[in-house]
């Protein structure tokens, strides 16, 4: 008898064991073989990260976002709460966060005292499904969208300070993410759709 198997969705990554049964029987054999990893399909979802311990996380070079940013990712989890993504710098800084199960929260301050916007669902968005999170900021304005739920935004003042001074490494935090930018793109990142830094 032969059971071959090919695994073709990388959600059933990575094997951690494998199960080899009936092996009390006089003159029966097992062989597995294990072939190599050939990803293919939909580059533009590969740049996915998962984490499962509170304490995970990883740090990137500083995001490059002094005018303009444009961040769109993907996040699943069962944490009621927890950083997504942040970067300081002396007094600015920039972060977008689960505050609360149904809460989104992004939150900025370029020196003009920390700005913040946050998206309230009607469901939680800790049911390990996946949630989509546009975070834009520009010298107008600032947005947040999370999935389909209304749209937040927030004028800049009109004679308030501009750029936002980053000097710490970029935080990527515990809560399964997929950004939406190829890896070189953004130093780093983790999705579906085109996501754009400084443009």
């Given at each position: ?7 073709s ?5 990575p094997?951690s064991q ?11 054999q097992?062989?597995?073989?294990v072939?190599?990893?050939r990803?293919y ?5 590969w ?5 499962y311990?509170?304490?995970?996380y ?16 993907y996040?699943?989890?069962s944490?009621?709460?927890g950083?997504?993504l942040?970067?300081q710098?002396?007094?600015?800084f ?13 939150s900025?301050?370029v020196?003009?005292?920390?700005a913040?916007l946050?998206?309230k669902?009607?469901?939680p968005l800790?049911?390990r499904?996946w949630h989509?999170v546009?975070a834009e900021?520009?010298?107008?304005e600032?947005?947040?969208?999370v999935?389909q739920?209304?749209?937040r935004?927030?004028?800049a ?7 936002l001074?980053?000097?710490s490494?970029?935080f ?5 993410i997929?950004?939406n ?8 990142s983790?999705?579906e ?7």
């Amino acid at each position: 008898t032969n059971d071959t198997g090919i695994l073709s969705y990388k959600d059933h990554l990575p094997v951690s064991q494998i199960v080899i049964g009936d092996t009390n029987r006089t003159g029966s054999q097992a062989v597995y073989h294990v072939g190599s990893l050939r990803c293919y399909g939909d580059k533009s979802i590969w740049n996915a990260a998962s984490f499962y311990q509170e304490s995970s996380y990883l740090y990137f070079p500083t995001l490059q976002a002094e005018l303009a940013s444009d961040i769109s990712f993907y996040f699943k989890t069962s944490s009621p709460s927890g950083v997504f993504l942040e970067n300081q710098g002396l007094k600015d800084f920039i972060r977008v966060e689960l505050s609360s199960p149904t809460v989104v929260t992004f939150s900025f301050d370029v020196g003009n005292g920390p700005a913040v916007l946050s998206v309230k669902s009607h469901l939680p968005l800790n049911d390990r499904q996946w949630h989509y999170v546009r975070a834009e900021r520009n010298v107008k304005e600032a947005s947040l969208q999370v999935d389909q739920l209304p749209l937040r935004l927030l004028a800049a003042p009109a004679d308030g300070h501009l750029r936002l001074r980053l000097s710490s490494q970029l935080f990527v935090g515990r809560l399964c993410i997929k950004l939406n930018t190829p890896l070189h793109d953004f130093y780093f990142s983790y999705i579906e759709e085109k996501h754009w830094l400084n443009g």
